[in-house]
């Protein structure tokens, strides 16, 4: 067994390595495929949907798709962008982003994606959610009206600082981080040096 496959993309043929995802295989040939909760350096989980394609011809999330002799993907296709803007929107309204008053503005993935989308406005009517913020640590600040819950912390973290830090607590829309200590993040043992704190896309 030979270790590439075919695969193609919108109708041109790329060469994959056995076990890359068809994000990294698609990456690899120069195909941009829109991602949030993707990381290089820690496992998919196929969480925002943002890299929904058709696969064969079914809705799939490229990260978490590993390529396979013969794949046809759908990338590039008014059909999938009006989906990926629909996913876009509601991580805005779902949450507070004030893009034009954020310190985080131009160095943001989500702020870029939406750009790179065409995104000017939501849809859908804004949720002004009332997250709170963690303060508690001298040097490091967590704003959960920004967090999109992507868990790019979460397995960072875990991954690659080897510290169960951040997880995941409540459910539907109170759904949100919390860290391993009553004490906030000040109880934890985070350091300013670890991964997890360049991990987030939207406070970067
Ligand atoms: Fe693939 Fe989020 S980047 S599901």
């Known amino acids: 067994m030979t270790d590439t496959v075919q695969?193609?993309?919108?109708?041109?043929?790329?060469?994959?390595?056995?076990?890359?995802?068809?994000?990294?295989?698609?990456?690899?040939?120069?195909?941009?495929?829109?991602?949030?909760?993707?990381?290089?350096?820690?496992?998919?989980?196929?969480?925002?949907?943002?890299?929904t394609c058709k696969i064969n011809g079914r809705l799939a999330a490229a990260c978490a798709e590993p390529v396979r002799e013969g794949l046809e993907i759908e990338n590039d296709t008014p059909e999938l962008l009006e989906m990926r803007q629909s996913i876009v929107e509601m991580l805005f309204v779902e949450g507070n982003h004030y893009c034009m008053f954020c310190e985080a503005s131009g160095n943001c993935e989500l702020q870029a994606t939406a750009y790179r989308l065409k995104i000017t406005a939501p849809r859908h009517t804004y949720q002004f959610p009332e997250r709170g913020t963690d303060a508690t640590h001298p040097d490091i600040f967590v704003d959960r009206n920004r967090?999109?819950?992507?868990?790019?912390?979460?397995?960072?973290?875990?991954?690659?600082?080897?510290?169960?830090?951040?997880?995941?607590?409540?459910?539907?829309?109170?759904?949100?981080?919390?860290?391993?200590?009553?004490?906030?993040?000040?109880?934890?043992?985070?350091?300013?040096?670890?991964?997890?704190?360049?991990?987030?896309?939207?406070?970067?």
């Open 7 to 51: 695969i193609t993309i919108d109708g041109r043929t790329i060469k994959a390595r056995r076990g890359q995802s068809v994000l990294q295989a698609a990456d690899a040939s120069g195909v941009y495929i829109p991602r949030l909760c993707w990381m290089k350096t820690i496992s998919p989980v196929g969480a925002c949907r943002v890299c």
């Open 147 to 204: 967090c999109i819950l992507c868990g790019r912390c979460v397995r960072a973290a875990r991954e690659m600082d080897g510290k169960p830090i951040f997880q995941f607590l409540g459910r539907g829309f109170d759904r949100h981080i919390g860290v391993n200590s009553g004490e906030g993040l000040v109880g934890t043992s985070i350091r300013v040096t670890d991964a997890t704190i360049s991990s987030c896309p939207t406070c970067p």
